[in-house]
């Protein structure tokens, strides 16, 4: 992207070293810190010792907006997602958000029904969003 180019996550305008990067869900990124808190308890000969108030706050954060709580309904959610040939930060706002309607998807993510990648039609995204909702029903 230029200089002259203006980000637009609605135009999935982000930067090239955005649409390389590999982005997390919270749910992921809850299941992380969850196990790193784990490793530090277990590292820690004084029980009293606390992680920082930075890592603590994060972890309370992405426990708070995780729509999945279960590490299979993670998974499922981010390989249900991937085979939609999402941008990551495409599926990871739908992830995060979980739409139920496929106005409020278009609303969330414009580039959606974007030119060619096998979700151009409603029915398509609303496919997408019942799966979605499968996995968390059933969770």
């Known amino acids: 992207m230029s200089a002259e180019e203006e980000e637009n996550a609605a135009e999935l305008k982000i930067g090239e070293e955005f649409l390389k990067?590999?982005?997390?869900?919270?749910?992921e990124v809850s299941l992380i810190l969850e196990h790193k808190y784990e490793q530090l308890q277990q590292m820690s000969e004084d029980?009293?010792?606390?992680?920082?108030?930075?890592?603590?706050?994060?972890l309370q954060y992405v426990k708070r907006f995780s729509r999945y709580?279960?590490?299979d309904a993670v998974r499922q959610v981010r390989e249900l997602l991937s085979g939609y040939q999402l941008a990551e930060f495409?599926?990871?706002?739908?992830?995060n958000l979980c739409p139920e309607t496929v106005e409020e998807a278009i609303a969330m993510v414009p580039t959606i029904k974007s030119r060619g990648r096998g979700h151009?039609?409603?029915?398509?995204?609303?496919?997408m969003l019942n799966d979605m909702s499968m996995i968390k029903k059933f969770e």
């Open 21 to 27: 990067a590999k982005c997390l869900m919270n749910c």
């Open 120 to 127: 151009d039609d409603d029915e398509a995204i609303e496919k």
């Open 69 to 71: 709580k279960n590490p």
């Open 90 to 95: 495409e599926l990871c706002v739908l992830g």
């Open 47 to 58: 029980p009293l010792n606390h992680v920082s108030q930075v890592f603590e706050k994060s």
